[in-house]
């Protein structure tokens, strides 16, 4: 693994409670991803990272928000989980814009 | 809106066929990405494609690129049972990389 540590690993939260995810890298790569994964719909970009503080909506941002203070450091936080958000979580670093993506071991969150 | 689509979504073989899994997209972009996943596991990078005409290799894997075609095709010879696993092309647009569904490749002996 290219040096990305997401956690937790395994969440099981409450339907309405916030829950932050976080990815942190040792790789000094500029941009970063948080996407998540559900059968047959491939992986779907929710925020990425463009450096500290520098953030943007992906595909599927509602009810999610980001926040990158370090550059090692992308924190997605649930507002206010939901069923729907069951999902497996993965973070994504690349060096730049155009290159590979590292993808984390995933956070697999279930929202009861 | 980008999308990407891949078929088959599914695919199972037999050990020592060859076959071809196609990326299909809507937009001219000319980056296009192929990983690989292993059930419940992380996506391991294989290519990245960034021209048309660009063709790579790595091993019984060959990945190429047509953006004229807006196509990226990953072709397999002589498929083992290593080769097991979820293959997911990705397109790139701006910063954001569009994954297909993915296609499931069992290959049995």
Redesign the interface.
């Known amino acids: 693994d290219a040096g990305i540590t997401q956690s937790p690993r395994h969440k099981v939260t409450e339907t309405g409670t916030p829950v932050t995810l976080r990815c942190h890298q040792t790789e000094n790569h500029r941009y970063m991803y948080w996407y998540r994964q559900d059968p047959g719909h491939g992986l779907r970009l929710i925020h990425y990272s463009y450096g500290v503080k520098d953030t943007d909506k992906g595909e599927v941002s509602d009810g999610y928000s980001v926040s990158r203070s370090k550059t090692e450091d992308f924190l997605l936080t649930l507002e206010s989980a939901t069923s729907s958000q069951t999902s497996v979580y993965f973070c994504a670093i690349s060096l730049l814009w155009d290159t590979e993506a590292f993808f984390g071991q995933g956070t697999r969150l279930t929202v009861v | 809106e980008l999308k990407?689509e891949q078929n088959p979504l599914f695919l199972s073989m037999q050990e020592g066929k060859n076959y071809t899994i196609y990326c299909n997209y809507s937009t001219t972009s000319d980056?296009l990405?192929w990983?690989r996943q292993d059930p419940g596991?992380?996506?391991?990078?294989l290519f990245?494609l960034?021209s048309n005409g660009a063709v790579k290799q790595e091993g019984r894997l060959m990945a190429s690129l047509d953006t004229k075609a807006r196509l990226s095709t990953l072709h397999i010879t002589a498929a083992v049972h290593d080769l097991s696993a979820t293959y997911?092309c990705?397109v790139?647009e701006?910063?954001?990389?569009?994954?297909?569904?993915?296609t499931r490749l069992t290959v049995k002996p």
């Open positions: 990407v980056r990405y990983y596991k992380s996506l391991e990078s990245v960034l997911f990705a790139g701006n910063n954001d990389m569009r994954f297909g569904a993915g």
